[in-house]
Structure formats: structure tokens, C-alpha cells
């Protein structure tokens, strides 16, 4: 069965409590059961972790392929803008990647509106909602099938 890791960044915990009026009022309980929907029918195992550590994001993803992991869908949350070490274990990894937010970070603040990991990332889904998630993961699938 093919595996998918998903890995949701920091504060990603606190979705449907932060920030409504950006994020909406989905959980990230809501999101994982719509993956997990998802990933049933596309006959694939997940794993899915949240992490608030930019170390511990960067050691899931270095061990992923020797895992044997066949893609990555990743919602760095902030450390989208920040992590260099993020966007070089995506980079490291050799695997495909998905990159996913909930907003369009292209029409929010300035400093949002760059991404030091899509350009390492197989593509980039944004300004979705949870859609940006499930999009994400069906295009890993798609991407693996091949």
C-alpha cells in the first residue's frame, strides 16, 4: 500500500479557535477525518503528524523515504516563510511534495506572500480551506500512481 506523510506546522493545534476570520472554524480534527476519507478510497496508509518543532518537522521528513513513504503533504504554517532547514529536507527527501494552506498567502500580509519551501515542493496549494488539504493529498496520489 503506498504511504503518505502529512505534516501539519506550528499552531496548526489551535484551527477553529485562532483566527476564524482567516482559517475558519475548521478543526484539525476535521481535517484528518477528511484525509483519512480520502485516503480509504485511494487505497493509501497515512501518517499524520502536527508539530510546533521546526527540528522535529525536519527529522520526520529526513526519515521518510528509508520509512518508505512515497510522498509528502505539507502545511508548514509560518515556518513556510522562515525555515530554510524545512525547505531543505523537502528538498533532501527526494520525494514528491505537496505543499498546502488554508489561505491564499498570496493575498495576505507581505511577508506571507513568499514561500522559501514551494519552490523545492512538487506544487503549491492554497486559499482553499480544508479543500487546499484534500486537493493536496489527491494530487500526491495521482503523482505516486504514475
Known amino acids: 500500500m ?3 506523510l502529512i505534516i501539519h506546522g506550528p499552531n ?4 477553529g479557535q485562532r483566527e ?3 482559517y475558519g472554524k475548521v478543526t484539525l480534527e476535521e481535517i484528518n477525518s ?3 476519507k480520502i485516503a480509504k478510497k485511494e487505497k493509501l496508509t497515512l501518517k499524520i503528524l502536527q508539530s510546533n ?3 522535529e518537522i525536519v527529522d520526520v521528513i529526513g526519515k521518510a523515504k528509508k520509512q518508505g513513504f512515497s510522498a509528502i503533504v505539507i502545511n508548514p504554517a ?3 516563510h522562515t525555515s530554510v532547514a ?3 529536507a523537502v528538498a533532501a527527501s527526494g520525494l514528491p511534495t505537496i505543499e498546502v494552506h488554508l489561505s491564499n498567502i498570496y493575498s495576505r500580509e507581505e511577508f506571507r506572500q513568499h514561500s522559501l519551501t514551494a519552490a523545492v515542493t512538487t506544487g503549491q496549494i492554497c486559499g482553499f480551506g480544508i479543500n487546499s488539504y484534500c486537493l493536496g493529498l489527491l ?3 495521482r503523482i505516486i500512481k504514475k
Open 2 to 4: 503506498r504511504k503518505i
Open 12 to 15: 496548526l493545534n489551535l484551527l
Open 20 to 22: 476564524v476570520d482567516v
Open 34 to 36: 477528511s484525509l483519512k
Open 53 to 55: 518543532h521546526e527540528g
Open 78 to 80: 509560518a515556518y513556510t
Open 86 to 88: 524545512i525547505r531543505d
Open 139 to 141: 494530487a500526491a496520489s
